[in-house]
């Protein structure tokens, strides 16, 4: 079982980072961010300043408040989310500094703690002095037992090379099932997805197809048939990226781009492995949609919204005309899950959700994982054409 760090801090711990900024450290500071102002990096140019000299950028410095935070106090799982500092006295390269973090306040029920911070130059002379706030995330890690059911068949996943589809393929393989890893660009993160099921015991391989194309979708479905002899079932994930567009401004590819992935990439792959299912008299589908569907929607999400809308409509239809077929559709509709889709979404938002969702937390993407893993089981032998939301209970009907 992986620590719960937040567990074994208390109000009053301290952690102290030591370093020396060096030149390399300015230049590749100047590199990284462009920020390339004389004042940091031009001798002639701070001699005419009150500095005399060249000064380390405050934000180079006050880096490594970062470091303490994410390396030792919380450490690891840390998301440092808000801060006030101020920026009391110039740094030089060469000179030493050192980083004092110590815990001033914890709030058990969000998982946020309140830091003090110093950082101290030359002579223990102050040069940042400040408050942060870091949220410490809380280790999701389900544990392989003798209890956990074991499956055999092969099942193809789509945009399985990160998030809710890397966790589908996982869990699938933590049964027993063999997993075709499906991605359409990321071949890197695919294979790595592939690498942790083989170091777990599992079988999987990874196959680049655009699920949106027909030929490359059937071309997959004919590899996997030839390598493994039958496909079990299929996990319709892949989504585009969501962009925030505001209606006037949105264009009608933008909207076609979510149908051509989510609604002609499930269609695609359905209509290639059903002569198979047919055949064996037996299939599952299970379709990622989301809770967008059928809540209220998020402002200027119109084309994933939209699309999502479909695929639980598209689900439903295949589950009426092929359940007399021993086929099952289901699908899987995730609440706001912790994964890069919303990377981008300001934390205190993503703190308001949770604290309207009656679980208090987000969904980790082994939380839809598990759900999608069910519908597989022998246990869900009797379940088609429903919507599984897992949001905490934020959606109850």
């Keep these: 079982m992986t620590e719960d760090r937040f567990e074994s801090i208390n109000v009053g711990d301290e952690a102290e980072l030591l370093h020396t900024i060096s030149a390399s450290d300015l230049d590749l500071f100047v590199q990284l961010t462009g920020d390339n102002n004389p004042l940091h990096v031009d001798d002639s140019y701070a001699a005419t300043t009150s500095f005399k000299k060249t000064v380390v950028h405050g934000m180079l410095t006050a880096s490594f408040i970062s470091t303490i935070i ?46 003090s911070i110093v950082v101290f130059g030359r002579q223990g002379k102050e040069v940042i ?10 280790p999701e890690v389900r544990e392989k037992t003798d209890k956990d059911e074991k499956n055999t068949g092969v099942v193809i996943v789509t945009g399985a090379s ?37 170091g777990s015991q599992g ?37 585009p990226k969501i962009e925030n567009v505001n209606f006037q401004k949105l264009r009608w590819n933008d909207i076609q781009i979510h149908l ?32 967008v569907a059928d809540n209220i929607p998020p402002v200027e999400w119109l084309p994933y919204s939209m699309a999502k809308a479909a695929l639980i409509s598209f689900s439903r239809s295949l589950a009426v005309e092929y359940g007399p ?39 980790s993407a082994e939380d839809i994982a598990g759900v999608v893993g069910f519908l597989f089981s022998e ?6 054409g429903e919507n599984i939301r897992v949001c905490g209970g934020l959606i109850m009907r």
């Design 162 to 198: 990160r998030g809710i589809g890397a966790a589908i393929a996982k869990e699938l393989a933590l049964t027993g099932y063999t997993v075709l890893v499906n991605y359409s660009k990321s071949a890197a993160p695919a294979e790595e997805v592939v690498r942790d099921i083989r």
């Design 379 to 384: 246990k869900a032998l009797h379940i088609t």
């Design 260 to 291: 051509d992935v989510q609604i002609k990439g499930s269609f695609n792959l359905c209509q290639a492995v059903l002569p198979h299912f047919i055949e064996n008299k037996n299939g599952v589908i299970v379709n990622i949609a989301s809770t």
């Design 325 to 363: 077929k021993m086929i099952r559709v289901n699908c899987v509709s995730p609440g706001m899950t912790q994964t890069d889709l919303i990377a981008d979404i300001p934390e205190k938002a993503k703190m308001v959700v949770k604290m309207q969702t009656p679980l208090r937390r987000l969904a």
């Design 203 to 239: 079988q999987a391989i990874a196959f680049q197809a655009d699920v949106s194309n027909d030929a490359e979708v059937r071309e997959m479905v004919a590899f996997t048939l030839k390598e493994f002899g039958s496909i079990t079932g299929i996990v319709n994930n892949a989504s």
């Design 129 to 138: 002095e400040g408050e942060v706030k870091v949220k410490v995330l809380k």
């Design 70 to 115: 994410g390396t030792k106090l919380p450490g690891k799982g840390s998301l440092w989310y808000e801060q006030q500092l101020r920026f009391l006295a110039p740094v030089r390269v060469g000179e030493d500094i050192r980083v004092l973090a110590k815990v001033r306040h914890k709030s058990i029920a969000l998982r946020i703690l309140t830091i």
